[in-house]
């Protein structure tokens, strides 16, 4: 079985309200793309990656006008594409919804969130993740009350031969200062910016905690916006939003595993994996990052899974199927995630 997360730059620009595909060749979201050139590109990496699953980040809009799922059911039914059913959980506000969209022969899925609700004032031990959680984030003695953007979607997952997981879809707060306009207000809404960003990794993380202490198999995927080492606000904290999901210092049974961060925990200068490109305009060159996971817990891991990064300039499998590499590039700012397992 093929699972995967993909980071769909602005997703929602190719549709209209009703979820129909908007296959013209006005602007989409992306810069210097069509909307007819990344809807194109999209099907042509949606077929190869052929996945039985994938987390669906930044996924079209839900709203009083729009559906999420009839969207991507649309999309997946122009592509053909096996994985055609579509499921989201809490809708947001950011016009970026995280869904799942799989193979209905393959495996059921249902929305299946965790936790107590909350009201305004929040709760501790891992809340509802439409809630709000109360941490106390900045060490001043009154906790802080933590809002998910974008609450993690959480799903309860069978297999068509009967066999049962959870998955978690997971787009965590970007930690860039948006809005700063001088040196002062960069370290300080970055600092701001991480503690929110940690805070939401703690909170998923007593969540990822009771479900390896019930031996619930897991899976935990998508846009973390962090890794290891990736900026120097890190040192203030002692350690990445990343680090705590996984649980690096928990006891072996209780931690998660994925390679890709693994490998970007052996330092600076160590060879890195990168998951996302950005085009950094000041400087006139592309920026590459790994943001993006597939992370299972110790009886999933010891299936003998496989990842890839679907990233055409580190896969050569990829980069030699030229119509695939251009649209690895055209359809997105991120590269798919994929993991092959037995299930």
């Known amino acids: 079985m093929r699972i995967a997360t993909y980071n769909v730059e602005w997703f929602n620009s190719l549709f209209d309200d ?41 996924a079209p809009d839900h709203n009083g006008r ?40 393959r495996l059921t899925a249902r929305h299946d969130p965790q936790g107590d609700p909350t009201g305004k004032k929040g709760a501790t031990g891992a809340p509802r993740f439409d809630g709000v959680f109360r941490l106390d984030v900045d060490v001043d003695a009154a906790p802080e009350l933590i809002r ?23 787009h965590v707060k970007s930690k860039a200062p948006h809005g700063a306009t001088t040196p002062e207000e960069v370290i300080r809404i970055s600092i701001e910016n991480r503690r929110k960003q940690l805070a939401q990794c703690i909170w998923l993380r007593q969540r990822i905690e009771a479900h390896l202490a019930a031996s619930d ?28 999901v996984m649980g690096l210092d928990a006891p072996p049974g209780m931690r998660l595993h994925d390679p890709h961060a693994r490998q970007a925990l052996q330092g600076l200068f160590a060879a890195q994996p990168a998951t996302a490109r950005f085009f950094i305009a000041t400087e006139g060159r592309y920026l590459s990052a790994l943001l993006d996971y597939v992370m299972v817990s110790s009886d999933l891991c010891a299936l003998g899974p496989r990842w890839r990064i679907w990233h055409p ?6 980069y030699r199927v030229p119509e695939l590499r251009e649209a690895l590039l055209a359809a997105s700012d991120h590269f798919p995630v994929s993991l092959d397992i037995a299930l």
């Open 66 to 105: 729009r559906t999420t799922a009839t969207a991507l059911e649309t999309f997946a039914r122009v592509m053909d594409l096996r994985a055609r059913r579509a499921l989201t959980g809490f809708p947001n506000d950011t016009q970026q919804e995280i869904a799942l969209l799989y193979d209905p022969d």
């Open 148 to 170: 998910f953007s974008k609450p993690p979607l959480e799903l309860a997952v069978r297999t068509a031969g009967g066999f049962a997981f959870r998955m978690i879809g997971v």
């Open 313 to 318: 300039f580190d896969d050569p499998g990829l």
């Open 217 to 244: 198999p897991l899976i935990v995927l998508g846009d973390f916006n962090d890794g290891p080492g990736l900026d120097e606000y890190e040192k203030l904290f002692g350690r990445s939003g990343v680090e705590i």
């Open 18 to 58: 009703a979820g129909n595909l908007l296959d013209d060749d006005n602007p989409s979201g992306r810069q210097d793309v069509t909307r007819h050139a990344q809807i194109e590109a999209l099907g042509i990496v949606f077929t190869a990656l052929d996945a039985d699953a994938v987390m669906i980040i930044e």
